[in-house]
């Protein structure tokens, strides 16, 4: 049973560790290291795209780490009167029971709630939209499912999500479809021999462009696809930990524990040199300085540029790799 | 700063490596039930016939089979079938040192955490109260309470008995019980904590380890023999204390250096004593790289080698 709340001593050590001169963590980190991070993609089959995401495991038997299944699953959708055209996105978390054994079920459903929000009210939001996910102008369009599961919560859960969504977006592939229409069959009325009668001729007066693709069908296999436009643009968060005037990187759950607030920051680099703030959430009960506050921020964007520069560069290498591995399967089924 | 790895993949042949060849994974056969006999199961796999065996713990029976509902060693005892799981929480016996964390305040009582399957129980009766070690309880000492244990509070007590349900009840009526501070906490499995003839080391590099037969494990800052608390008179200020003394940045680093190791080795179960925790401590001053270079890579598989080769 692990239980959230610490002691007094516990606390104090931490705190005068990180405000020691050096800075001294419990694992013998500094204050901003991260610790190693483990990524895989295409972890699960039906998905139109998955990651494995875990923060810190062991790397013998990789316990004692936070641990993400993120699965994108696509819907197809019918629009109904004036909703979005477009299609939409929707994020759910899970927790694990056995990830926070000490919560009770409710105390577990209010934590997912308050993830979901922050995870969905960032992705969901129109400036990160991705711009293929519609089918048929106004009838149907894709609704993109985006499952995250934590199965094991060893801190730094908010940064481990917004890693594992964006890994999982990433690899996510949409069927292609082509628009089927109906029209009215013209052998009938040619039957009926010589007589002379205007037929489905279009007047030259009608201009209207009116799309009468009514539905779709699929030319490809299910798992062929394109990429979701604007992959590059899905955010990355940082969650600086603050004791007094320091603020530290990737806090275990002690040290969760023992720091009082947090601030989460959000950024969506489009260009790799312009980043956006796509969210920012101060956790905790502390307050915080204006001035103080920019300059977190400011921090926060050489973190998440980091982390964005090396998780592109780990997720084109798993593209690889996973492209290699299929190669090496079809060479020896021959 | 940030470094993205893959999962370590598993060789198909891992299992079988680690497993002795003695034991013999063919389900249809039933050497256990001679004596001597080791077999592992897993959850589902039927054993035996209920008709002839009585189901013991990790079993159930269905369909006048008896089940196992744990993976572990199978044991026969006379008629009884047991399964032996490979991974449980802890076992209390009488006598046994544990660490544990105060979860609730409740009339006369503390529950503490001790990993085991129910919350342990700790009397205000069996702590030592302020003012004389042999001393009746009070009334006040009850309104109290928390400012001897608090919710969170680490203690590190005895097991001293056992209550109807199973759930054990632990005292510190000792003087080299009680709460701690000074340190950080570990998590092993209980099953790699044997049972020593003092589970209070102190290690030369100025750490001191009490291995907590649960498999928690307080690694904290070494005080001297003669400087502990409460030695000629029980001292309730110090002993309750929450404040930490100053602890310098060498034994920060030696604290974090023991975490780390016992980490690793519990990740390849391997039993703590205070024999290997110094080999292992010794390695790594050698190991070029820093604390925090022990947790990646394949620091730990060297580690354990050379723990292994001087077996």
């Given at each position: 049973m692990a239980s959230s709340s610490i002691s007094k001593a516990e606390k104090s050590y931490i705190q005068a560790g990180l405000l020691a001169n050096p800075p001294r963590r419990a694992d013998g980190r500094s204050l901003h290291d991260f610790r190693a991070?483990?990524?895989?993609?295409?972890?699960?089959?039906?998905?139109?795209?998955?990651?494995?995401?875990?923060?810190?495991?062991?790397?013998?038997?990789?316990s004692g780490g936070t641990d993400i299944l993120a699965a994108v699953k696509l819907e197809v959708e019918s629009i109904q009167g004036d909703a979005l055209d477009g299609g939409r996105i929707a994020c759910n978390v899970s927790c694990s029971p056995s990830a926070y054994s000490h919560l009770s079920s409710g105390a577990l459903e209010d934590l997912q709630y308050d993830l979901t929000m922050v995870l969905h009210q960032t992705l969901s939001h129109p400036s990160l939209h991705?711009?293929?996910?519609?089918?048929?102008?106004?009838?149907?369009?894709?609704?993109?499912?985006?499952?995250?599961?934590?199965?094991?919560?060893?801190?730094?859960?908010?940064?481990?999500?917004?890693?594992?969504?964006?890994?999982?977006?990433?690899?996510?592939?949409?069927?292609?479809?082509?628009?089927?229409?109906?029209?009215?069959?013209?052998?009938?009325s040619s039957a009926s021999g010589d007589m002379d009668i205007d037929q489905d001729t279009t007047s030259g007066f009608d201009t209207r462009n009116v799309a009468h693709a009514t539905d779709f069908e699929l030319p490809d296999y299910w798992d062929e696809g394109e990429i979701l436009e604007g992959r590059e643009r899905w955010p990355a968060a940082i969650t600086l930990n603050l004791v007094n005037t320091v603020h530290f990187l990737d806090?275990?759950?002690?040290?969760?524990?023992?720091?009082?607030?947090?601030?989460?920051?959000?950024?969506?680099?489009?260009?790799?040199?312009?980043?956006?703030?796509?969210?920012?959430?101060?956790?905790?009960?502390?307050?915080?300085?204006?001035?103080?506050?920019?300059?977190?921020?400011?921090?926060?964007?050489?973190?998440?540029?980091?982390?964005?520069?090396?998780?592109?560069?780990?997720?084109?290498?798993?593209?690889?790799?996973?492209?290699?591995?299929?190669?090496?399967?079809?060479?020896?089924?021959? | 700063m940030f470094e993205f790895t893959s999962f370590r993949q598993h060789a198909d042949n891992q299992f079988s490596q680690n497993v002795p060849e003695d034991i013999d994974m063919n389900e249809d056969d039933e050497d256990f039930l001679e004596t001597g006999g080791l077999k592992l199961t897993w959850p589902g796999e039927s054993l035996t016939s209920a008709q002839d065996y009585m189901r013991g713990h990790g079993t159930y029976v269905d369909n006048e089979e008896v089940i196992a509902s744990v993976c572990g060693l199978v044991e026969r005892v006379n008629k009884l079938i047991t399964v032996r799981a490979v991974r449980t929480?802890?076992?209390?016996?009488?006598?046994?040192?544990?660490v544990g964390r105060i979860t609730e305040v409740q009339p006369r009582r503390w529950k503490v955490d001790g990993n085991s399957r129910q919350d342990a129980v700790l009397m205000l009766s069996s702590v030592n109260l302020p003012g004389g070690v042999q001393r009746r309880k009070l009334e006040s000492d009850e309104l109290q309470m928390r400012s001897f244990f608090e919710e969170g509070d680490l203690l590190v007590a005895e097991v001293q008995a056992f209550f109807g349900d199973g759930t054990m009840s632990l005292h510190t009526r000792s003087l080299s019980y009680g709460k701690l501070r000074n340190g950080q906490l570990v998590t092993v499995p209980p099953i790699l904590?044997?049972?020593?003839?003092?589970?209070?080391?102190?290690?030369?590099?100025?750490?001191?380890?009490?291995?907590?037969?649960?498999?928690?494990?307080?690694?904290?800052?070494?005080?001297?023999?003669?400087?502990?608390?409460?030695?000629?008179?029980?001292?309730?200020?110090?002993?309750?204390?929450?404040?930490?003394?100053?602890?310098?940045?060498?034994?920060?680093?030696?604290?974090?250096?023991?975490?780390?190791?016992?980490?690793?080795?519990?990740s390849h179960s391997i039993p703590l004593t205070d024999t290997i925790l110094l080999d292992a401590y010794d390695w790594s001053l050698e190991y070029e790289g820093d604390v925090k270079d022990l947790l990646q890579g394949d620091a730990g598989d060297a580690l354990v080698a050379t723990i292994l080769a001087k077996g």
């Amino acid at each position: 049973m692990a239980s959230s709340s610490i002691s007094k001593a516990e606390k104090s050590y931490i705190q005068a560790g990180l405000l020691a001169n050096p800075p001294r963590r419990a694992d013998g980190r500094s204050l901003h290291d991260f610790r190693a991070i483990s990524l895989e993609t295409g972890v699960a089959p039906l998905s139109n795209g998955s990651a494995r995401l875990r923060i810190g495991g062991n790397p013998h038997d990789g316990s004692g780490g936070t641990d993400i299944l993120a699965a994108v699953k696509l819907e197809v959708e019918s629009i109904q009167g004036d909703a979005l055209d477009g299609g939409r996105i929707a994020c759910n978390v899970s927790c694990s029971p056995s990830a926070y054994s000490h919560l009770s079920s409710g105390a577990l459903e209010d934590l997912q709630y308050d993830l979901t929000m922050v995870l969905h009210q960032t992705l969901s939001h129109p400036s990160l939209h991705p711009k293929n996910l519609g089918i048929i102008p106004r009838k149907k369009s894709w609704l993109l499912n985006l499952d995250l599961l934590i199965t094991a919560d060893a801190g730094n859960i908010y940064d481990a999500l917004f890693l594992a969504a964006r890994a999982a977006l990433w690899d996510t592939k949409v069927p292609r479809t082509r628009s089927v229409e109906y029209k009215s069959p013209k052998t009938l009325s040619s039957a009926s021999g010589d007589m002379d009668i205007d037929q489905d001729t279009t007047s030259g007066f009608d201009t209207r462009n009116v799309a009468h693709a009514t539905d779709f069908e699929l030319p490809d296999y299910w798992d062929e696809g394109e990429i979701l436009e604007g992959r590059e643009r899905w955010p990355a968060a940082i969650t600086l930990n603050l004791v007094n005037t320091v603020h530290f990187l990737d806090a275990t759950l002690h040290e969760e524990a023992s720091c009082a607030s947090r601030l989460l920051v959000v950024h969506s680099y489009e260009s790799p040199t312009s980043p956006t703030v796509q969210s920012i959430r101060l956790l905790g009960s502390d307050e915080l300085s204006i001035p103080h506050l920019k300059n977190l921020i400011k921090e926060a964007e050489s973190y998440t540029k980091a982390m964005v520069t090396s998780l592109t560069a780990k997720l084109e290498d798993e593209n690889f790799r996973r492209n290699q591995k299929a190669r090496e399967r079809f060479g020896k089924r021959k | 700063m940030f470094e993205f790895t893959s999962f370590r993949q598993h060789a198909d042949n891992q299992f079988s490596q680690n497993v002795p060849e003695d034991i013999d994974m063919n389900e249809d056969d039933e050497d256990f039930l001679e004596t001597g006999g080791l077999k592992l199961t897993w959850p589902g796999e039927s054993l035996t016939s209920a008709q002839d065996y009585m189901r013991g713990h990790g079993t159930y029976v269905d369909n006048e089979e008896v089940i196992a509902s744990v993976c572990g060693l199978v044991e026969r005892v006379n008629k009884l079938i047991t399964v032996r799981a490979v991974r449980t929480r802890y076992n209390p016996e009488v006598g046994d040192l544990v660490v544990g964390r105060i979860t609730e305040v409740q009339p006369r009582r503390w529950k503490v955490d001790g990993n085991s399957r129910q919350d342990a129980v700790l009397m205000l009766s069996s702590v030592n109260l302020p003012g004389g070690v042999q001393r009746r309880k009070l009334e006040s000492d009850e309104l109290q309470m928390r400012s001897f244990f608090e919710e969170g509070d680490l203690l590190v007590a005895e097991v001293q008995a056992f209550f109807g349900d199973g759930t054990m009840s632990l005292h510190t009526r000792s003087l080299s019980y009680g709460k701690l501070r000074n340190g950080q906490l570990v998590t092993v499995p209980p099953i790699l904590v044997r049972r020593l003839k003092s589970h209070f080391i102190s290690l030369p590099c100025g750490v001191d380890l009490i291995l907590g037969l649960n498999g928690y494990i307080w690694v904290s800052k070494h005080v001297k023999e003669n400087e502990r608390e409460g030695e000629e008179a029980f001292d309730a200020e110090a002993v309750y204390s929450n404040q930490n003394d100053d602890i310098d940045d060498s034994t920060r680093m030696a604290i974090s250096r023991v975490t780390n190791l016992i980490t690793i080795l519990a990740s390849h179960s391997i039993p703590l004593t205070d024999t290997i925790l110094l080999d292992a401590y010794d390695w790594s001053l050698e190991y070029e790289g820093d604390v925090k270079d022990l947790l990646q890579g394949d620091a730990g598989d060297a580690l354990v080698a050379t723990i292994l080769a001087k077996g």
